[in-house]
C-alpha cells in the first residue's frame, strides 16, 4: 500500500442485472490533488462513487481510502472521507445551520467543536447570512452550497463530490468551483466527477475519462490533449446535405477525420491555416457552398471525441 | 449519542410539520371538542341541543283484548313531550322505508319492534329483540336513542317478572287470576315507570350517562357524568391517532430514502443499526409526546380522569409499545411514500374499527367484542377502560403486559425488515 495515496481503487466491479454499470476500474488519487472522473451521464460515476462511499456493495475488485478498505474497514474509510450526493441530501424543514449541525454530530462531532465548524463551514458556503432560513426555501444554487457544506464539518481528508454543479446558475458555480480549489489548497483530496469538460479542466491535477463503465483514458489535461495530436476540430456550416462532400475532404491533405450531421460537417485537421483553404477549394469544385465556419482548438471534448466517436455532452 | 441525534432530528421534524401536529394532537381534540360542545349544553339551556330523528317502525300487532301493548308503549316514549326536545320522531311502516330514510340521512337511527313482542312477554317465552338501526357514520345520537330503549325495556321486563310473582303469589293464596287485577297491577306499574323514563329522560346528557361501561371494573364515581362519556370518547379518538401518529412516524424513514438523507447517512460513520435504532425511537418519542399532550389536554379541558397514576402510566406504556410496534411493522411492507397513505389510513382504519375504537360505548354483538382482542387498538381501549374505571392496577398491569408483548413482537418483525431492507 502506497502512503501517498488518498484514495486507491483495482478493478472495481458493479453489475445491476445484466447491466454491467462498473467494468473492473482502477485509478489513483494522491494526497492533496483533485481528481476528475469525466463522463456522460450513464457512465458508471456515481456507481463508483456509491462504492467508495460505502453505499454500495463491489461485486468485485478493492478501493481504499487513506489505506482503509472500504470493504473490510468501511467504519474507518468512512470517518476520513466526505461524500458530496449527486442529488440534494438534506432536510428541508430544517435551517441550514441545523442541517449543519445533524450532519456534523453524524460525522462524530460535539459541542464547541461542533459549534465552531459550523459557523466555520457557513462562512466557507457564504450563508452565514442565512443560517437560520429553511433549507426548503432556498434556491437551487444555495442549497448545492448547502449539499457540500455537510460534508466538510468533520474537515475529511478526502471529499468525494459527485456533480455538484448540475442545474445550478452561473454564479453558485462559480462559488462551488472556488470552493473547491480553495479545499485542494488546504490540503485535502478532492475526487470530482463531471460531465462538463471545461470543469475537469479547470479543477484537476488529473483527469480520467470515463464511459461505458470504464476508463478510458487517464492523465493531466495536457497529457490528455496530446492524445488527439495536434488535431484541431473545425465545424463546417454546409449549404446542401454533407455526406456527398466527406469523401473529398477525407482525401485532402492534413484531414485526418471528416464526419457529418444535419449540414454540419466536423473535420479533425492538422492545421487549420494550412487546411481550411484546400477545403474552400475542394467544396468550389464540388458545386456546394460552406456558410460558416467553427474553430475550435483541441479540448477534452475533442479528447473524447477521439476515443469514443460521440460528443460528451448530450444536451 | 448519536442515536438520540437521529432519534430528536425526526422527533423535531414531526413537531414541526403542521400536518403531523393537525392529525397527531389537533384532530383528536378537536373532534372530542366537537362532541363536548355539542352536548354541554354550552349556551342558552336546550336551543343548541342536536335534534335527533328517529324512525320507528312497530311490528308488535296486539289483539284487541289484551290490555297491554309494549310495542306501542316503547313506540310512545319517542313521542313523549318530555323528549321532545332532542327527539324528532316518524313512523314507518317496514324495515325497508326506515333503511333508506336512514341511507338518505332523513333520520340518524331508528327503532324495530318485532312483530309477537307483547305475545312473547305474555306467554313469558323469549322475547324476539328490538333492533336499532343507525347511520354508521354517527354515534352520539343513535346511542341516544338506544340507551332510551334499553332502559325502558329493562324496565318491561322488570315488570314482568313483577306480574309473575304477583300470578305466583295469588295461586298460593288461592285467588283466582282474572284479568281486572292483572290489569291495575299492570297499569299501576305502567304509571309509575312511565313518570321515571320521563324523570330520566331530560336531556340527551341523562340517555347517554346510561351507558354501561363493559369493562368488569366498577364504575368510576365521577362527579360530572358528561366528563366520564367524553373520557371515554376522548379514548378512542386517542388511541385511534396514537396508532396514525406510530405509522405516521415511522413513515418519516420512506420519506428519508427518497430525499436521499437516509442513503446520505449511510455514508456517514455511523453504524446502521444505529441508524435504524434512531429511526425507531423517534417513533417512541412522537408517540409519548402524542399520548402526553392528549392526556393533559383531555383532563384540563374537557376534565377527563384517566385514573390513578400507576394505571395511566402502565396503560401509556401500553399504548406507547403497541402504538410503536404496529407502525414499524406496517411501515415495513411499504416501499415507497406513496404507498404510505392508503396503507396507514386503510390499514388503520379498519384495525380502529374492529377495535372497538369508533363503537365506544355502544352494546356490540359478542362477535365484534371478541374480535377486539385479536386487534392492539381494542386491548389499548381495554386497559384505559379499566383505568378510567378506576379497575385495580394488577388489571391493568396484565393488560399493558398482553400489549407490550404484542407491541414487542410486531416490532421484531418490521425491525428485522427492515434490518434486511437497508443492511
Ligand atoms: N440502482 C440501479 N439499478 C439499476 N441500474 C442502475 C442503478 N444505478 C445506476 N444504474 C445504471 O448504471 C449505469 C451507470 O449509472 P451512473 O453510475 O448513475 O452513471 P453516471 O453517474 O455516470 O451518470 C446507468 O446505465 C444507470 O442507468
Ligand atoms: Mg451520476
Redesign the pocket.
Known amino acids: 500500500m502506497n502512503d501517498d495515496l488518498a484514495i486507491e481503487v483495482k478493478e472495481l466491479r458493479k453489475s445491476?442485472?445484466s447491466?454491467q454499470?462498473?467494468r473492473g476500474i482502477s485509478f489513483q488519487a494522491a494526497k492533496g490533488e483533485i481528481l476528475s472522473l469525466l463522463?456522460?451521464?450513464?457512465?458508471?460515476?456515481?456507481?463508483?462513487?456509491?462504492m467508495l462511499a460505502g453505499l454500495?456493495a463491489p461485486d468485485g475488485g478493492q478501493a481504499s481510502i487513506m489505506g482503509h478498505s472500504i470493504t473490510s474497514q468501511p467504519h474507518q474509510a468512512r470517518a476520513c472521507v466526505g461524500v458530496v450526493p449527486?442529488d440534494i441530501a438534506l432536510y428541508p424543514d430544517l435551517s441550514a445551520r441545523e442541517n449543519l449541525s445533524f450532519w456534523g454530530k453524524m460525522y462524530g462531532l460535539r459541542g464547541a467543536m461542533l459549534k465552531s465548524r459550523v459557523e466555520e463551514v457557513l462562512q466557507v458556503i457564504g450563508l452565514t447570512e442565512r443560517q437560520h432560513d429553511r433549507v426548503g426555501a432556498f434556491s437551487g444554487g444555495m442549497k448545492r452550497r448547502v449539499n457540500i457544506g455537510a460534508a466538510l464539518l468533520h474537515t475529511p481528508a478526502v471529499i468525494i463530490m459527485?456533480?455538484p454543479t448540475v442545474g445550478i446558475d452561473p454564479q453558485s458555480r462559480r462559488y462551488i468551483l472556488d470552493n473547491v480549489k480553495e479545499l485542494m489548497r488546504q490540503g485535502m483530496t478532492v475526487l470530482y466527477?463531471t460531465?462538463y469538460m471545461e470543469e475537469a479542466a479547470e479543477l484537476s491535477d488529473h483527469i480520467a475519462i470515463?464511459d461505458q463503465?470504464q476508463i478510458i483514458a487517464y492523465g493531466t489535461h495536457d497529457e490528455l490533449i496530446r492524445l488527439v495530436g495536434e488535431q484541431t476540430r473545425l465545424d463546417l456550416g454546409l449549404s446542401v446535405e454533407a455526406e456527398g462532400i466527406l469523401p473529398a475532404w477525407q482525401e485532402v491533405e492534413g484531414v485526418f477525420q471528416a464526419t457529418a450531421s444535419d449540414g454540419i460537417a466536423t473535420v479533425l485537421v492538422d492545421d487549420s491555416n494550412r487546411v481550411l483553404p484546400r477545403l474552400f477549394e475542394s467544396a468550389g469544385k464540388a458545386g456546394v457552398r460552406i456558410n460558416s465556419v467553427d474553430i475550435h482548438e483541441p479540448n477534452l471534448e475533442s479528447v473524447f471525441l477521439h476515443l469514443t466517436g460521440k460528443a460528451l455532452r448530450d444536451d | 449519542m448519536k442515536i438520540l441525534d437521529i432519534a430528536l432530528n425526526d422527533f423535531t421534524r414531526s413537531v414541526r410539520s403542521l400536518f403531523a401536529i393537525g392529525m397527531m394532537v389537533v384532530a383528536p381534540l378537536v373532534i372530542t371538542g366537537l362532541i363536548y360542545v355539542a352536548f354541554s349544553g354550552a349556551g342558552s339551556e336546550n336551543s343548541d341541543l342536536p335534534i335527533i330523528q328517529v324512525g320507528i317502525v312497530n311490528l308488535d300487532q296486539v289483539p284487541a283484548d289484551v290490555p297491554v301493548a309494549l310495542g306501542k308503549t316503547l313506540a310512545d316514549m319517542y313521542f313523549d313531550e318530555s323528549v321532545a326536545g332532542y327527539i324528532q320522531p316518524k313512523i314507518y311502516p317496514g324495515e325497508a322505508s326506515v333503511r333508506s330514510a336512514i341511507n338518505n340521512q332523513e333520520i340518524q337511527a331508528a327503532v324495530i319492534i318485532p312483530a309477537g313482542m307483547t305475545a312473547a312477554l305474555m306467554a313469558n317465552q323469549s322475547v324476539p329483540p328490538v333492533r336499532i338501526l343507525q347511520d354508521p357514520t354517527l354515534t352520539i345520537g343513535p346511542m341516544v336513542v338506544k340507551n332510551m330503549a334499553q332502559s325502558l325495556l329493562d324496565g318491561i321486563y322488570g315488570g314482568s317478572i313483577a306480574v309473575q310473582v304477583h300470578r305466583q303469589r295469588f295461586a298460593v293464596h288461592g285467588i283466582a287470576e282474572n284479568s281486572i287485577n292483572l290489569q291495575s297491577i299492570i297499569h299501576d306499574y305502567e304509571g309509575w315507570f312511565t313518570a321515571f323514563q320521563r324523570e330520566l329522560f331530560h336531556s340527551p346528557q341523562a340517555a347517554l350517562v346510561l351507558v354501561t361501561p363493559q369493562s368488569a371494573g366498577e364504575e368510576a364515581p365521577s362527579a360530572d357524568p358528561m366528563a366520564g362519556i367524553l373520557g371515554q370518547i376522548m379514548t378512542g379518538q386517542m388511541i385511534f391517532f396514537a396508532f396514525f401518529t406510530g405509522a405516521y412516524s415511522m413513515q418519516s424513514i420512506l420519506k428519508e430514502q427518497e430525499e436521499g438523507t437516509l442513503a446520505r447517512l449511510f455514508t456517514t460513520p455511523t453504524p446502521r443499526l444505529t441508524i435504524l435504532g434512531g429511526k425507531f425511537l423517534a417513533v417512541v418519542f412522537t408517540v409519548c409526546g402524542q399520548g402526553l399532550v392528549l392526556l393533559l389536554v383531555g383532563r384540563l379541558l374537557f376534565k377527563v380522569q384517566w385514573g390513578t397514576p400507576t394505571s395511566v402510566l402502565l396503560t401509556m406504556l401500553g399504548q406507547v409499545a403497541s402504538a410503536t410496534g404496529l407502525g414499524v411493522l406496517l411501515i415495513s411492507f411499504v416501499k415507497h411514500e406513496r404507498q404510505a397513505g392508503p396503507v396507514i389510513g386503510g390499514g388503520l382504519t379498519a384495525l380502529g374499527m374492529l377495535g372497538g375504537l369508533f363503537t365506544v360505548g355502544m352494546q356490540m354483538p359478542e362477535a365484534f367484542t371478541r374480535l377486539a382482542n385479536f386487534i392492539p387498538q381494542g386491548w389499548v381501549l381495554h386497559a384505559w377502560r379499566l383505568s378510567l374505571n378506576g379497575a385495580p392496577s394488577a388489571e391493568v398491569f396484565t393488560t399493558c403486559l398482553i400489549l407490550v408483548g404484542m407491541g414487542a413482537t410486531m416490532f421484531a418483525i418490521g425491525g428485522l425488515r427492515f434490518n434486511r431492507r437497508f443492511a
Not at chain 1, 463522463?39 to 456509491?50: D, E, F, H, L, V
Open positions: 445491476f442485472g447491466l454499470a462498473v463522463g456522460p451521464n450513464g457512465a458508471g460515476k456515481s456507481t463508483t462513487i456509491s454500495i449527486q459527485d456533480e466527477t460531465h470515463m463503465g
